[in-house]
């Protein structure tokens, strides 16, 4: 069993599969979520205990995990009414593992040391089926101290666990990553639907993809799925528009330019606007095709027939 005592904030599509993780390597973990049924359900198959505030979260753990969409609300539940700080111990470890600003991030780091307590910041990579599976990226921003304290917990839930550096770093390297990422899915939706539009065998298309220098892990994940207008859900399109913001934030900030990563954001930001932020975040390929005026789900003819 483990020598520390976890508490587990955020239960969301990321959170209750790596939370999952880490009762099966014998944490019994302490959890909170903002929808108690989520929390309750969690643990009636995982075990632990549901609490009632991250302020108990806190009162019952030595390292607190926080795990939800944004800075606002990792900052609501540290510092807000009932928030984790409150009832934390001497020395607890904060592991933040959302996407937030990397400044949100520094932010948090200063002021939880002001009060004697450590913080990480480990955002991660993967999408859900490497949640589940136990095999995400996780990047680290933090003293070297503070990242081996919470090693074993990132070797539970992740494959390649990354030190970027101080904190902030981690989310950094996080955001930038994540508009590359957001630039390939859009690229792919182009290409697939360019492929229709002129008649392509679009899974003769994947095929050639597969393997060569332009596959990637976007190809293996979404790829058939935008073919046959039937993405899962893992991770959010509105989401990927936050990560994509908080990106093009970073380098504007730097003085520095990710002209892809905007162009790729104002596709999201027009899905968005069409109501498919709820939608995995291929569902750009919806905004593609209608700058087509291609119907979505639906066949396009090719040019000339």
Known sequence: MASESVGFVGLGIMGSRQAANLAKAGYELTVFNRTRERADAWVAEHGGSVAGSPREVAERSDIVITMVVDGAQVEQMLFGDDGALSGARDGTLFVDMSTIAPATARSLAERLSAQGHAFVDAPVTGSSPKAEAGTLTIMCGGEERDVARARPLFEVMGEKIVHAGAAGQGQAVKVLSQGVTAVNCATLAQ??????????????????????????????????????????????LEHMLKDVVLCLEEARGAGASFPFAGLAGELYSAGVGRGLGQQDFGAVLEVVEGLTGDRPGGESQPTGS
């Open 191 to 236: 290409a697939i639907t360019v492929g229709r539009r002129i008649g392509v065998d679009l899974d003769a298309l994947l095929a050639v993809m597969t393997g060569g220098s332009s596959d990637s892990t976007m190809r293996e994940l979404k790829g058939q799925g935008m073919v046959d207008h039937d993405i899962p859900v893992l991770f959010k």
